[in-house]
């Protein structure tokens, strides 16, 4: 398995663009976690999965970001009309559930998100 | 909600000395995991070392170990022998019950040859 891996790497948009990210984690683990990270902060939580379900979005997350994983394998994150304030480094993680052993999750080297 | 805290933005620390990250948390849940993510400069989030809460002894790799006060809801860093390769941000993160796991704001690390 080659890990977690996110495309694209780096992504420019022009403001009021719609752009989507993909994540593709490890085969075998069915929590898929979404994090916005900028410059010198810590991952903020945007949304997790388990399989194809959705079981938690931020607060924080305007109506313009959704995410999804319908075959309970890959999963995007789109978001619509981009604004500056969205520039940011989006990352994917994927673990294992509960009482399955290795409890951490493992992190893509995430998608840059540059706003014009 | 739970909430992880850590207090220090920065810390700097001699090559071969010994420097101790804080992390504290907040959670009414007795079941859970805490990590220290390392990510170095423009590269990728790994794991340092995890601690489960219902384990009592604290988690050792190599020269990092920490310092789990359940009661106190404190989960410190230590590493021993510092070396220029450990230069970069690390995450204090803690995992629920319901595996969702979040992060604190970060502490930055400085090694000075």
């Known amino acids: 398995d080659t890990g977690v891996s996110q495309d694209p790497r780096h992504k420019i948009t022009k403001r009021g663009q719609n752009v989507t990210f993909r994540c593709d984690p490890i085969?075998?683990?069915?929590?898929l976690y979404w994090y916005r990270q900028t410059l010198g902060q810590g991952p903020e939580f945007l949304t997790y999965f388990q399989n194809e379900a959705q079981l938690e979005k931020s607060r924080l997350l305007s109506d313009r970001f959704s995410a999804e994983r319908p075959k309970g394998s890959f999963s995007t994150l789109e978001i619509q009309r981009t604004e500056q304030g969205d520039s940011a480094m989006y990352l994917c993680a994927s673990s294992l559930p509960r009482g399955q052993g290795i409890v951490e999750a493992f992190f893509g080297q995430g998608t840059r998100l540059t706003v014009v | 909600a739970q909430t992880v805290t850590q207090s220090q933005p920065e810390m700097s620390v001699q090559e071969a000395e010994t420097v101790t990250l804080s992390c504290t948390y907040d959670?009414?849940?007795?079941?859970?995991?805490l990590f220290w993510y390392k990510q170095p400069p423009s590269r990728q989030m790994i794991l340092v070392i995890r601690q489960e809460a219902y384990k009592q002894q604290n988690a050792t790799e190599n020269r990092f170990s920490v310092n789990f006060q359940k009661a106190a809801k404190s989960f410190s860093l230590k590493i021993s022998d510092s070396q220029l390769g450990d230069a970069a941000m690390y995450f204090c993160a803690y995992r629920n019950r319901d595996d969702k796991i979040i992060f604190g704001k970060g502490t930055r690390l400085h090694i000075l040859p």
């Open positions: 085969s075998e683990h069915n929590r």
């Open positions: 959670t009414s849940e007795s079941d859970y995991y």
